[in-house]
């Protein structure tokens, strides 16, 4: 398993990061991450995970932390009191 960290606040128009097979996320405390895309964190892979400590923001279009595949399995996310964040649905 291995193990990515992100620990910079971050503004972009794609995912922020795209977890592979068997691997752990951990997001650093008081960040924003904020996505103009659909995801924040995306993942259709097996065995991922993602940590995000306390006091953090994560916010995109679609959904903050998508884990997409229904192939795929074993997906967790572990967190500290954070904000979720995702933008209504317009009709």
Do not use: C, Q
């Not at 008081?30 to 995306?42: A, F, K, R, W």
Request: a neutral charge; proline letters at 2%; charged letters at 10%.
């Amino acid at each position: 398993m291995s193990l990515t960290v992100i620990n910079t606040n971050w503004t972009g128009a794609g995912p922020r990061y795209t977890l592979s097979a068997n691997e752990t996320v951990f997001i650093g405390s008081d960040l924003s991450l904020i996505s103009t895309g659909d995801y924040v964190l995306d993942s259709s892979a097996s065995n991922t995970a993602a940590v995000v400590s306390s006091g953090t923001t994560l916010y995109a279009n679609n959904a903050a932390i998508r884990f997409g595949s229904t192939a795929a399995s074993n997906s967790s996310l572990g967190s500290g009191p954070i904000k979720l964040l995702a933008r209504a649905a317009s009709h």
